[in-house]
């Protein structure tokens, strides 16, 4: 784990306890089970939605890109606002902001796995 990653135990600290688990050579963040941050190259990137992007972009803050097989891809997550790392009471508020994301973007994904496997299972639907 790095010194990074490791710190921002502390960072959160009034948010509530974090793990993190290693992750294409970057760190999920997790709270409550739920990934709600990444760190890539000892950058804090925070989950985001339709409901919290801009808040983000206002902020001209930029969302977590990588390349793979020559294209250039784009992740539901921004970098963390600096005052952070000074200031955990903002931190707290960001970390919220973020796992409110994650916690929406999981239930919008069970709903549609449980929509897939409903219509699977009504007749004429089998292959």
């Given at each position: ?40 190259d ?16 206002e ?5 977590f890109?990588?390349v ?12 963390a ?20 994301a994650?916690?929406r ?23």
């Open positions: 784990m790095s010194e990074f990653v490791d710190y921002l135990h502390e960072v959160f600290e009034h948010f509530g306890p974090i793990r993190s688990r290693k992750m294409f050579g970057g760190h999920g963040i997790y709270h409550n089970d739920i990934m709600f941050g990444l760190v890539a000892d950058e804090l990137y925070l989950k985001t939605d339709t409901q919290n992007v801009a808040l983000f972009e902020r001209k803050l930029t969302p890109e990588f793979a097989k020559g294209k250039t891809s784009i992740m539901s997550y921004y970098s606002p600096e005052e952070i790392y000074d200031d955990f009471e903002q931190a707290r508020y960001w970390a919220e902001i973020a796992f409110q994650a916690l973007t999981n239930a919008e994904k069970q709903q549609l796995s449980a929509r897939k496997k409903a219509k699977s299972k009504l007749p004429g639907s089998e292959k």
